[in-house]
């Protein structure tokens, strides 16, 4: 493999590990622009480069929480995240100790619950303590807290020549305040009380002595405010926000059909799944979107939000509209090539931190990826198929026909037919397709491919965004115009079948190179091109065919790179690795051609899968090692974990298998059902369909697959196709 093409780390802004995430076993739990990561026992103990933390706004406020007992680490019993309101349990127990006054205390007679969870600009942590001995018990407990108000891409592995200033943290009876003002000339603060006061506080420790009786429980809160405000009530705003939190999860989940089926292992991982996504979804000004993934991606990215919305569109469309009216609030108006902002763009990425704010990298609001704007179409078009929410598509009308420019006047970057991207600020992202590390694009010699890259999932998405525009301008009663629109996605569909479909590859080619070159690389890219319908049936079953293969195909899924390539490393980001969501997009291009059969290999294996991570939680991507006996698959180091548009692949296969579509005002459709081997029946209560819902049953009848409806509104049409 060629070594003299690694750009520096610096300039690409890439997570480059220090060390692990796996071997932390942390958990994560999310609001608003607030998260956390936490251990087990509910504590921190971060370093420089290590991402446990306290964050808001992309700035970690909190980087060592630390809760002892007698100057000693408690036992943990168990930990968990409480889904009802997103919140950190961890129950832990004493080992044997010597309180300040030389008393011995017996182990395990005192239980130490810590509830922990954020709320609008807040953590908010409940420490209930309760004696089971039966006699009385004196002990001290300590918090030892430190903050560092690193930016996210220092904690990243970014290295900065210097920082702003901190000041001297500010102490009272019960509060410490904690000020960092930063080279962006924004002062952030973190502020903190306690509620009982403790008996002890400085700026890195407090202390509280306390006796209970046989039996007897204390309670003990703390409110960290991240928002610049200063910490107030700790007790009455923990007890208030816990209501709101546990209100607003209910809700989301009144809207939404329950799913269950004959396996109990499934329902538990749709369940993680949405849940999962409830948490990365946070409220913007223009409805719910779903920010990317914790630690590193917590924030808007246009890309996973639209994806994650499509994967959920049959399941909540709310999450569509959010998305869409968000990213047409933040469409490119100027052209701007530090930002690769050009009229009609649609976002690749928002940030706010200090280094963000300072241009020390070009994220602040970066339009730096080329197939956002045809997403961006292509799941305007699918939500109104879904929903026929005319008057939101007429609000975003002025965005679409802005998409639509942008792909036309500036997509095709040398006139000839395709879509192709090249970065306009060095700084920013050599690749801007969904693989977007910087070797992630090559040749079949390892050689990097140089642009402009025409990359094969950017022709399938612009072909499905010139459909969308088909669909929306005849709904909008624009005849002429929906007519074009349908030549202009006939017309590349044609060319494409004879530019990117390699007869002796039997497969795609990965991209063509600002030479018109083939790529000619057997990827996971090429299954994108199923998804949108720009593939013949004869090409469909052709890549179905190859990414099946043992070399694409490892047992727990299709690899981004199948292992005979040169550059294949299954350890890497991109060459190698396995990632739900990928799987899950080419999974439902197989359905679109009634490769029911394939959709099923896909699903079993990544469904095997998800046993062997934390709560069948699929992470951003794993490695591609393949499959052997007795052995789960190998974690990737530095996975986020929860990821938006992996908490969603679940959904999306679910919908593959069953080739449903549900089409407002009264239409749901099944093309070729089929239930997994791994389950035998599936219930959908409460789908919606327009204003109406219903009830069905999917049942594995030997060969055979039936879809019965036990309750429907009247108005509403059920179709099977097999």
């Known amino acids: 493999m060629p ?71 408690p036992m943990l019993l168990g930990s968990a995240v409480d889904d009802r309101v997103d919140a950190m349990i961890s129950d832990l127990t004493n080992a044997r100790l010597t309180n300040r006054q030389g008393d011995r205390v017996r182990n395990e007679v005192l239980h130490f619950g810590r509830t922990l969870f954020l709320y609008h600009g807040s953590a908010y942590e409940r420490l209930s303590v309760r004696n089971f001995d039966e006699s009385a018990v004196s002990f001290s407990f300590e918090y030892t807290l430190g903050t560092d108000f690193r930016d996210m891409f220092e904690v990243r592995g970014d290295t900065r020549k210097r920082r702003g200033e901190m000041a001297q943290p500010v102490t009272g009876e019960s509060t410490i305040d904690y000020f960092y003002t930063g080279l962006d000339e924004i002062e952030r603060r973190s502020s903190i009380i306690f509620e009982p006061a403790p008996d002890y506080l400085s700026s890195q420790k407090v202390r509280f002595d306390v006796t209970l009786a046989p039996g007897e429980r204390k309670v003990f809160y703390t ?39 004959s396996s109990s292992a499934f329902d538990e991982m749709t369940s993680r799944a949405i849940a999962d996504v409830t948490t990365l979804t946070t409220e913007s000004p223009q409805g719910p979107v779903a920010y990317a993934g914790i630690p590193w991606y917590c924030t808007l990215f246009g890309r996973d939000s639209l994806i994650t919305a499509l994967q959920m569109l049959w399941y909540d469309p709310s999450l569509a ?51 956002s704007t045809p997403l961006f179409l292509f799941l305007a078009g699918e939500y109104f198929r879904r929903t026929q929410d005319n008057e ?45 590390s910087h070797d992630a694009i090559s040749h079949r010699d390892g050689r990097l491919a140089e642009g402009p890259i025409a990359l094969v999932e950017m022709q399938a998405y612009v072909y499905g965004a010139w459909r969308a525009m088909h669909e929306l301008s005849r709904a909008r009663g624009e005849g002429n115009a929906a007519c074009e629109w349908l030549e ?160 969603a692949a679940p ?14 005002p009264r239409d749901v459709h099944f093309d070729t059902p089929q239930l997994p081997c791994f389950l035998s029946k599936l219930s959908l209560d409460g789908l919606m369909c327009g204003a109406e819902s219903l009830d069905l049953d999917v049942q594995s009848l030997g060969p055979a697959t039936s879809v019965s409806v036990r309750r429907a509104d009247a108005l509403i049409n059920v179709s099977v196709a097999l």
């Open 321 to 371: 509209r959010g998305t869409l009216l968000r990213l047409g609030e933040l469409q490119a108006l100027t052209d701007d090539p530090e930002a690769d902002a050009e009229p009609g763009k649609i976002l690749h990425e928002i940030r706010c931190g200090e280094m963000a704010n300072t241009g020390e990298v070009p994220f602040r609001k970066y339009y730096g990826s080329v197939d």
């Open 3 to 73: 070594t003299d093409d690694v750009e520096p780390a610096s300039a690409l802004h890439q997570v480059q590990p220090a060390s692990s995430i796996q071997d932390r076993d942390l958990r994560a739990v999310k609001h608003g622009d607030a998260f956390a990561l936490l251990d087990p026992h509910g504590d921190i103990v971060a370093s420089e480069c290590a991402p446990e933390g306290i964050y808001f706004r992309d700035t970690r406020h909190l980087c060592f929480w630390r809760l002892t007992i007698c100057g000693t680490y």
């Open 488 to 647: 202009k996605a006939e017309d590349l569909k044609r060319r494409f079948a004879e530019s990117f479909f390699d007869s002796d590859l039997g497969c795609y080619v990965l991209a063509l190179d600002g030479d018109k070159n083939a790529c000619r690389v057997i990827s996971s890219n090429a299954g994108h091109a199923l998804l949108t319908g720009i593939a013949s049936q004869e090409h469909a079953e052709a890549v179905a065919d190859r990414l099946l293969r043992p070399d694409c195909f490892s047992g727990w899924g299709i690899r981004t790179l199948s292992r005979d390539e040169e550059r294949y490393n299954p350890m890497s980001y991109h060459n190698g690795s396995i990632w739900p969501h990928d799987n899950a997009l080419i999974a439902s291009g197989f359905s679109r051609y009634g490769l029911q059969g394939a959709v099923d290999k896909v699903f079993t294996a990544l469904f095997d899968a998800s046993f062997y991570f934390e709560q069948q939680r699929f992470p951003e991507l794993f490695c591609g090692f393949g499959r052997k006996w007795g052995r789960g698959p190998t974690l990737y180091p530095v996975a986020c974990a929860p990821q938006a548009w992996s908490s």
């Open 651 to 664: 959904l999306y296969l679910t919908q593959s298998m069953l080739g449903m579509s549900v089409c407002a």
């Open 392 to 436: 939101t598509i007429d609000r975003l009308w002025p965005n679409i026909q802005a998409a639509a420019g942008w792909i036309e006047d500036s997509g095709d970057r040398d006139g000839d037919g395709f879509f192709e991207y090249g970065r306009r600020n060095q700084g920013g992202l050599r690749n801007q397709g969904w693989k977007d």
């Open 223 to 261: 409110r960290i405010a991240l928002d610049g405000s200063a910490a107030t009530n700790p007790t009455r705003a923990y007890l208030e926000s816990y209501r709101a939190l546990r209100a607003g999860r209910r809700k989301a989940l009144d809207r939404r059909p329950l799913i269950r089926s």
